[in-house]
């Protein structure tokens, strides 16, 4: 029996972006609110009832926030062009490896836009 827990966080960044379309607004520096889910899907250890305690995801994800949070997303190294896409994997790579093999899903989204990426990853994740 497999359970998938989760922990959402978010993060104020700012970024510019080279579009093909609406490009004069995204070539500009501006900034969003960008929400995050990990999700990590195990066997729950019947000694605890949890897959993993959550206090140790949100401390993972913490580490992982700081390196997004109120920073120029351009200037992240590893990111590449800052996407939702793009964000997911850099999310899933700089998971803690006690949490990075677990991992099953990443989201990113924009709630002011309505817009988001999912990445799904591999029962027995290595990072993409
Ligand atoms: N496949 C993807 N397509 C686009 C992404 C993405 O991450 N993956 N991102 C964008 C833009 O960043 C997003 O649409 C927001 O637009 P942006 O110019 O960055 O910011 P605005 O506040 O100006 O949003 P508007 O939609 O222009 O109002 C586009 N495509
Ligand atoms: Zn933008």
Redesign the pocket.
Known sequence: MQHTISQRFFFDAA?T?R?EI?AE??RRV?G?TYHAEVALTGACDPATGMVLDLGLLRQGLERVRAQLDHHMLDDVPGLGPP???NLCVFIARALPDELRWRASRVRVW?EA?G?G?TLDLPASTQAP
Do not use: F, P, V
Request: proline share 0%; with cysteine; charged share 35%.
């Open positions: 970024h972006l579009r609406e607004g995204s501006h969003h996407t939702l896409e924009r836009l817009d990426c």
